[in-house]
Structure formats: C-alpha cells, structure tokens
C-alpha cells in the first residue's frame, strides 16, 4: 500500500501585489514565497527531501526556465535536493503536487515541498494575452487570427451549454458576483477593494463591456502575479510532525484522493466526443469522480466545499453540474437558489477563486489545495466554511485538456 | 516496496533529420514517434496508462506549451490518459522518465509513456543560442554581455579543471574524436556523414575556431531536432508483456537505481561550494554514487559502458573522473589509454553522444536510457558494446545544476 500524503503546512503571497512595479524578479519572490512557507508551516529547509515547482510561462514572461535550480539559490540547505518543474498550462501547479505525492507514495522521501508561481504583470496586457494565448492551445491551429483566444473559447463553451440546454448570462454573472463578493473577504485576493456598481454585472456595454463572444470583463479571471507553497509528507513525517506538536494525526490534513485526465490539446475535438452525451466535458466528470472514489466517496454531498477553476464564468458553470451538484446542464439552479454562496448547500470558491483572488496560473493548483487545507483545518479566517471537514478542488489547463482535481480531508 | 520499473521498449528519430526543412510541426514529430515507438515496443496506445513529457524550449521555439495534450490529439485511445510535462533544461527528459517511474511504484498505473521532444532547427543559429542560452541558467545575472553563454559556463568549467589538476586541450579534442568516431557507426547520428581533416581536432583556428574560451566548435553538442520514447511498466505488466512474447522476465531490461540531485542555478556558488573538495562538483559525484547504490553496486567497475551529457567535452571531461573512472582530475588519463573508446575498460557514448549523436535537449534523458537498454539487450547494432548486461547515463541540466543518472541492467 502507498503511503498517504499529509499537508503540513502552506502559504501563498498576497495576489494584490505587483511585483515589476515593486522591482522585483520571479527569483526574488520565489525566495519570499518558500521562506515565509518554511516559517508559516514550522519547518527548516533541512527538512525538505524533494522539490516541485508548477509553472507555465517563465521562459515567455521572464526568459527564465529551470526553476528547480532556485530551491538551492533560496538556501544552501537545499543544495542537493532533487528538484524539477512540472507544466500542464494552468493546472502545472496541480501537477507538481500529483508529482510530489507519486514520490511520497513510491517511498522515495519523506517531505516535499511544492511551489507554484507565476510572474505575469511585468508585460503589458495584450502581450501577457499572446503569451498565453498560443502555447496552451494547439498553436498555430486553433483560434487564428483571435485577438483573446481563451475568452473566445470559453465563450465558445458557453454557446455549446446555450446550445445544449440553453444559458443565460445572469447566470455567468451571478458566478461573478459570487466569486468577486468572496474576494473581498480574503486578504490575499487581488481584487478585494474593487468597487463595482450597479450595470458592473449586467450586458452593459460599458460597464462591462464584451471581451469574446458572451465573455465579458466581469466574466474573466485576473492576469496575477502570484505564488503559493505547500508541505506533503508521508504518514511516517507527518506522524512525528503532530506528535512534536501535540497536534493528534487525525487534525493533520490529508489528500483522500485525486483524479487525473487530460484529453486532446483542441478544444473542437473535445466538444465533437461528447456530442451526444449529458456531460459537455465527460472527461472532467471522470477526474471528479476518480478523486470522489479514491476518496472512498459517493459524490459531492459528503464534501463541504470546492475550490474550482473559474478563468471564466463559463468554466465554473461547467464545473457545476460535472461535480453533480446539479443535473447536466442546469448548472442556473445552483446560482440562482445560493446553492454555491456562502452558507449555501455547497458554497464554491468562498476563496473568491480566479475571478475574486486571482489566477497566477501556475500557481493556482497549488494555492487550491492550499485553501482546501485552510478550510479542513479551520483557518481560512473571513471566507471559513463552517464545520468544513473535506474539500475538493477543481484545476483545469488548457480548454480543459489537463485536468486534475483533489479531495482534502484530515486525518 | 515499490514496483521495480521496467521498460518495455522504445524509439528514437534520426537526429540529423531537419524537422522546419521537411515541412514538419513539433507535434507532426511528437505523433510520429509516439506511433513508431508503440510499433516498436510491440504495443497498443490502449496498453498505455499514463504519460509523460520531456520538453525544455517549445514555448521559445514553437510558441507551444502543454504538450501533456498532444498524446490524445495524435490518438482518440489516449483520451483521458493523464499527462504531464516535466522541464530541468537539459535534463528534462530523465526528470520526466523519473516522474513516470515514481507512478508506477507508487501503484498508480501499470505502463507509462515517456516521450521526450525538441525542435530546434527551426531558427538561425544565434536564435537558437539566445532562446537557450537565459533560460537555462540565473537569467539577467549570469553571462550578461556573452554572446554564447554555454560555451562560456562550460569553458569556464574547463578553467577550473585547468586551475586544480591541469587541462591540455589535446585531451579535450581526444574526447570530441571519440564521440564523433562512435557517431559514424550509429545510423541515428547527426553527425554520421561528417567529415574531418587532420586540422580539425587541433588548435588551429581556421579548421576548429574558438567558440568562447577553450571551447571550439569540435569540442560543442549539437543544435538537433530530435524526439525519443520509453515505455515503462510495472513488475507485473512487463511480466505478462514477456510471457505472452516467450521472453524470460530475466532477460527484460531494467531501471536498477537513480540519483537525483539538484544544485543551485548560478555556476558560480557550485565552484565556490566545491573549493577545498576533489571533486568540482561533489553533487554530481552524490546522483552517481547515489544510482550505484540503489542499484546495488560499489562502483563503476560494475558497469559496462556509460552514455554521458556531453554537450561540451569539458562535461564529459568532468563526467569521466566524477563516475570514478578515474581519480578526481585524471580524466586525461582514461581519454589517453583507450578506457572510454569502443573495447575499452569502459565505453562512453558508444552513440556518439550529444556530440555526435546530438542533443535535442529535452530529448537526450530518454535517448541515453534508451541507448542503454538498447547495449543490455545486444541490439545497439554497430555500436553494440560486446556482452553489455549494465549501463549508466547522466543527465545533466544547466551547469550541472539538474543531475540525474540511472543504472539500467536486466531482469
């Protein structure tokens, strides 16, 4: 049997930040990142055994790759450390932490540290969208001649749901306005003191004005400078870690189970397969549902939260009814009934999410799992789901071509 | 325990190939392998359970990232199957053959593929240096100003090998002759129809030009397109894939031990670590000796030929006395006497090596334990070393900051 994997402790940067205009380099705020990790989560670098970094666009926004080589730059007590860096567009970060748990798992180390980071805001906003914009899709074969193309194909999903079942855009909008009310409770969230006004929500065409197709300004995760750190260990660490603590293991958070899929690079592929089906996605249905089974669930009623990826409306809507929270395609139902709002059935992204606390993509995952942990343990401060016990996450990369989803749990 | 890893089978392209020259797209070349590699192996894509990639500059090179979402384009049997990218410069391709193999001792899957890719013929010369040259090292703070920053690192190496022991280029060329010498018999080579005159191995400047320092252009790796794959399995999965063949489990290669060790980026803090120590970069020594020992071996006598990073002779002058061929700064020695040339004590890149194979970087990890699965099952064709039944690789990324070697025999 594999060893479980326990989270000892994490932190995340504050997503508000700037960090070109602080004068700063990704390096610098990789440092910043696995020192407060180190210190927030009680540990000394000499405890980590294994390093993961989760990252997408360094090469094109920094002209840095091989971020595994910063883990001994940070500190001399980490010169040695194996280390590596995972990518799979916005779910690199949940690929390092599958990547880290393989390695606990297999008996290879004991702790290991994974960070997610993402430095974006150094380049203007047209540029920071090509950048992105080609190398997650297939390039050169998918939305030619698009000015944004991952608004474009999202908003190609919503018309897909339209089509299907039928979609209104008050319901991509109250996703907004659920994620962005969260934000202003957790201090870390990037948009935590924007105001908005009456029409900020509506088919206004000023107020909030057309990006794609039916994506509109309010519909769009935050371009994010940002970065998150987490802990895992094996059950033999994590055990002396809450014995020298006084802490019981069963307090301590634990991944209960995870799904993996990832399916073909395009999005008409994906879209063609599923064609007569009740799920747009099945494959993201599946990864959900492997996670649910690994866990030793049924579904989404034994869990208490869920932290989605959410880089558009249209892509929580699609998480909504493939966590089986609704039928296929009546997704509405939970915006409209506070199903998904704090203190709901199943409040989603009380973090805000991408839209509310922001989306440094190859940090999300981690900054996910992150946030499920805060939740089990009951220090997710202003956004606690009350008496929450057991999380899942929701990280999707590319037109949902990777995705990968974690139940957290404690114990 | 964990699984013991072992593979299957595998495929590699030509490297003297020029994909942009015939036409051809990164992914044209990621599914041709794929489809040649399950040929080869004797497979079908539904055998495959989850996949890896090694890949390095697709972003600089091709605008492509998440190329985890290639294996489902190139074939619908592939949907859903989990995929990821692994990046470490040059070493991306062990730390994707690692992560695979993590997997399949953890339990999760029973046979993974591991494909690594580079295209990098597609831009002029000096592109190609500059896309590789910042993001592999401490972009911004590392060779600012140099025109080509791996020769640079590299030459450099080669200054402190001169500094502590003394380092004649004679020794240096020796080690470019081998290579391409072993080239010409590997029908996969770059470099297999080259040719060369008594001037080219020398100091003369005209013939062999200095490149930066005491690096010439004899004594570089190759800018190569190029693309190999590795199937890996599980004890029980290659045990049923041998009985249904009639092969013994005993004659099936495979991984006996690794080391993985990771420095900090920047060259400068390895040499300042190592001063007072034999070896220049003792961390190195640590992935060799560390691979020695998990494969249950006291040393290099056990092994029967090494394939070796190489992308400078200088790293390969370093490799010889970091594996023990030698002791600390007698490299000459093994280059002067034969031990590393074809009937050799110990054989180095009976492939030519990234010299005279080439080097599509993140490619070379799994081209090396492909060639030496290929010597331990006697089908390395011409350049078969004689009744090989163990091979090593390193794997290096950046300078020697990402190191990763394994030792690969049978049964």
């Known amino acids: 049997m594999p060893s479980p994997v326990y989270v000892l402790g994490g932190y995340q940067t504050d997503f508000k930040r700037n960090w070109a205009r602080e004068g700063l380099e990704i390096f610098d705020m990789f440092r910043e990142t696995l020192q407060l990790g180190l210190d927030h989560a009680q540990l000394d670098a000499g405890d980590i055994e294994t390093a993961h970094v989760g990252n997408f666009t360094a090469e094109l926004f ?43 798992e297999a008996g290879r180390y004991g702790v290991a540290a994974v960070l997610g980071i993402e430095m974006m805001r150094n380049v203007p906003g047209d540029q920071a ?8 899709m297939w390039s050169g074969h998918e939305c030619q001649g698009v000015k944004y193309p991952w608004p474009h194909l999202f908003s190609r999903l919503g018309d897909e749901y339209d089509r299907r079942y039928g979609l209104q855009h008050k319901h991509l909008a109250g996703i907004a306005k659920i994620n962005f009310d969260n934000a202003k409770r957790n201090p ?32 769009c995760g935050q371009v994010t400078d940002g970065a998150a750190i987490l802990f895992l260990a094996s059950a033999e660490r994590a055990h002396a870690y809450a014995a020298k603590r006084g802490i019981p293991l069963e307090a301590m958070p634990r991944i209960e189970g995870w799904g993996h899929r990832t399916a073909s690079i395009a999005y008409d592929p994906k879209i063609a397969a599923s064609r007569d089906q009740d799920y747009v996605f099945p494959h993201v249905r599946g990864t959900i549902t492997d996670a649910f089974r690994r866990a030793g669930i049924s579904g989404v009623d034994q869990v208490d939260g869920i932290e989605t990826h959410d880089c558009f409306t249209t892509t929580e809507y699609m998480a909504i009814d493939h966590f089986g929270i609704t039928p296929p395609g009546q997704s509405w139902r939970a915006v409209e ?35 499920a942990v805060k939740q089990v343990t009951g220090k997710a401060g202003n956004y606690q789901v009350d008496g929450a016990k057991r999380f899942q996450t929701l990280n999707i990369g590319g037109s949902a071509t990777t995705t990968i989803s974690f139940v957290v749990g404690r114990g």
């Open 62 to 104: 920094c002209n840095q790759g091989h971020l595994g080589g910063f883990f001994a730059a940070v500190d001399p007590a980490l010169a040695g450390i194996p280390a590596g860096r995972h990518e799979g567009a916005c779910a690199s970060g949940s690929l390092a932490i599958l990547g880290a748990a393989a390695e606990i």
């Open 337 to 371: 009934d506070g199903s998904i709002a704090p203190g709901g059935r199943i409040p989603i992204n009380p973090s805000g999410g991408l839209i509310g606390l922001g989306h440094p993509v190859g940090a999300t995952g981690v900054r996910m799992l992150l946030d």
């Open 188 to 219: 870390n969230a990037q948009t935590r003191a924007w105001s908005f006004d009456a029409l900020s929500f509506t088919e206004d065409d000023e107020a909030n004005p057309v990006i794609d197709g039916r994506i509109r300004k309010q519909d």
């Open 129 to 136: 969208a090509a950048n992105i914009g080609g190398a997650a």
